[in-house]
């Protein structure tokens, strides 16, 4: 079978920045991926790289778009190399979709967590998005000064009704000790903080095993994990705690079906901030992978217009 293949890079400014420990993020790049097949069935998928997460560059993925033909087959899809996760995210995707795969997945019931914007602005923000009808949020924490943040968290926890559920996100940037101050702020909270995402750098493996035998309070991985490659590696390595999954970034969507079904893990499923295009792929992705029913995190269309 041959499709013919276009593309065209996109670019959407989000309403306020995305501030996390990698830094500020202004503007959304991706690129869009359109497949037609002999009877002219067309298929939309999306490339959506977050470099600094450890997928390839956006001049990565133009660069593979820009050395394709204008006709491509299924092996074409299926051997890009593992390091265009992204590419193969949005390539087998978008082939999947043409061929009517996975159609029949809902995943209208799945139920999401939003994202709060860092620091104070937050204690403002919850509430709109409490009346939207989130039940779980995620805070961004590591950012500012420890002592700092913890002043507005505990703040916020008092704020917040008794039944939502706040993720904390560090995005690596806390220390040990820091980590140890957040886990033990956390401790008494019970079924209030669902867990603590990816405290320590990624190289800090080690610590966070520690961490997070001895604390009560659950710990995720999400920039260890950004890639399959990386979430085979720390299965093996023996984590047991939550692998937070971003499909977009993720790699090959047949591949993560795979090791998802042959490993029973704990996953939470999350956005890159892509279109609709990738959105629908990644959330039939979630829909048909989760297994403890955890709020996927895909609350982010209040990022953009």
């Given amino acids: 079978m041959v499709y013919q293949f276009s593309y065209r890079p996109i670019s959407k400014k989000f309403t306020r920045p995305v501030i996390t420990n990698h830094g500020v993020w202004e503007i959304r790049e991706s690129v869009i991926i359109r497949l037609v097949d002999i009877t002219g069935k067309v298929s939309w998928g999306e490339i959506s790289p977050i470099h600094w997460f450890g997928s390839e560059t956006l001049e990565q993925a133009l660069n593979f778009c820009s050395q394709l033909p204008?006709?491509?087959?299924?092996?074409?899809?299926?051997?890009?190399?593992?390091?265009?996760?992204?590419?193969?995210?949005?390539?087998e995707s978008a082939l999947e979709n043409l061929l009517g795969k996975h159609e029949s997945i809902n995943y209208q019931n799945l139920t999401y967590s939003a994202l709060l914007p860092a620091g104070e602005t937050a204690l403002d923000q919850w509430k709109t998005l409490w009346r939207q009808g989130y039940k779980t949020l995620k805070w961004k924490i590591g950012i500012d000064e420890t002592s700092k943040e913890i002043k507005i968290f505990n703040s916020l926890?008092?704020?917040?009704?008794?039944?939502?559920?706040?993720?904390?996100?560090?995005?690596?940037?806390?220390?040990?000790?820091?980590t140890k101050l957040w886990l033990t702020t956390c401790e008494n909270l019970k079924n209030r903080i669902e867990f603590i995402e990816q405290p320590l750098p990624v190289d800090k493996f080690p610590e966070i095993l520690e961490l997070s035998n001895a604390y009560?309070?659950?710990?995720?991985?999400?920039?260890?994990?950004?890639?399959?490659?990386?979430l085979e590696d720390y299965y093996k390595k023996g984590w047991e705690g939550i692998f937070v999954i971003k499909p977009g970034i993720v790699g090959s969507p047949s591949q993560l079906r795979k090791f998802c079904h042959q490993h029973q893990i704990d996953v939470v499923f999350s956005s890159v901030f892509?279109?609709?295009?990738?959105?629908?792929a990644a959330l039939k992705l979630a829909a048909e992978l989760s297994r403890n029913n955890r709020a996927v995190g895909f609350g982010i269309n209040h990022f953009f217009a």
């Fill in 216 to 230: 009560n309070t659950k710990i995720a991985l999400d920039e260890s994990v950004a890639t399959l490659q990386q």
């Fill in 274 to 280: 892509e279109t609709a295009i990738g959105r629908e």
């Fill in 70 to 91: 204008g006709e491509i087959t299924p092996e074409i899809i299926f051997d890009i190399p593992d390091k265009l996760p992204a590419c193969q995210f949005g390539f």
């Fill in 157 to 178: 926890i008092q704020e917040l009704p008794k039944s939502a559920k706040l993720r904390l996100d560090a995005n690596g940037g806390l220390s040990y000790a820091s």
